[in-house]
Each structure stands twice: as C-alpha cells, then as structure tokens.
C-alpha cells in the first residue's frame, strides 16, 4: 500500500524555470491538497481538490497551477520559479466517497525545491 | 477568519518527563481538531483527533488531547516522554465550511536523556 507518492524528493530550479510536482495517491481519496512548509510558519495551503475536475485556491496560490483530470492523481505546476518558492512542497490527501473527507489526511514525504 | 496558534516555538524536557504543548484556535463553528507530528525528513503523521463526543481523546505513541470549548484550545498531553518523541508537532483545524486545513506554526521538541 503505497500511500501518498511524491516525486521528486529533490529538485533544484533556475529563476524562470517551470516544473510540476507529481502526486499520487492509491487510497480512491476524494480530497487532495498541496501545502508549502516554510520555516516558523508551519504549512500554507496552495491548491486543493475536492474531486476529480474540481480543484479550488487556498491561502497561497499564486504562481501554482493545479489540475484534476483522474482520483488519483494532482500535479503542482510552478509557471516561472522564484527563489520565493524555494520550499517545501507536501501533498497531503484524505476521505472516500463514503468517509468523511476529515477524517484524516495521509501526507506525502515531500519535495525540497530549491530556486536559484 | 479560521486560525491556530501553537504558542511555543521550542520546547525542551528531560526523557521520562511530562510533556504539554499548546494550540489555540479561531474558528466559529464546531471545529474538526487533530495533531500531526513530524519527524525530520518526513511527512506528517496523524497523532489523534476530535470531531465530537468526549473531548479527551486518545491517540497513537501514547499521546492524548484535551478539548475546551471555552478556552478555544486543544493541547496535547503525553505522562512520560521518550527519546523517539523528539519531532515537530502540528496542531490543525478541519474547516468544513472551506473545505480547507489550517496548521499552526508548529512547536518542535526535544527531548534531553
């Protein structure tokens, strides 16, 4: 039972650059998140999704784009990387169509980004 | 606005020591509460929640919380630290109203022999 997968564990970045931000989850999760963690702030969320095709900004969203096309799957896609997005990056994801959404989130290992 | 505050940024106790740490919350409902811990390099791992009911709850590696309505916290508990707890700790608000998760500011611990 694999969980919540991120890939990469490691990456650094040029100004200007663009990437994305795999995660996958095998737990038919309805609800999946994005979150930065940055040091004495703990973690902000960028982007969720409450279903596939769905997806909603939360307090951080500018620069990151996200998508829902399967259950599975959420990519994070930065546009044009900022050493301000050097972080990192934690999907998180929780619920099924017959649990409640809150009954607990399963967080990925996370990404450390580096912009440079 | 929704918020949570942890107010200790660094906590240090001796091994076999009582542990407390604090969290704070704003939220106008009925909040969904939870503490996460995480070790360094790692994700975050649910220690315990409260949706209703009894508002000591119980949780994994021997931690507990406390819910007080009137005083908007919920502070974690454990009778005797070990070594293994040294982590950061997570305290975070369900939102059902946004659909979003809040996370305090996180107070790390560690834990002396």
Redesign the interface.
Known sequence: NAG?TQTPKFQVLKTGQSMTLQCAQDMNHE?M?W?RQDP??????IH?S?GAGIT?Q??VPNGYNVSRSTTEDFPLRLLSAAPSQTSVY?C?SSGTTTD??????F????TRLTVV | AQSVTQPDIHITVSEGASLELRCNYSYGATPYLFWYVQSPGQGLQLLLKYFSGDTLVQGIKGFEAEFKRSQSSFNLRKPSVHWSDAAEYFCAVGAQSSNQFYFGTGTSLTVIP
């Open positions: 919540v609800y998140s979150y004495g702030m703990g973690l902000r969320l969720y409450v909603d939360g307090e934690f998180a409640s959404v809150w009954a607990e989130a967080f990925g290992q996370g």
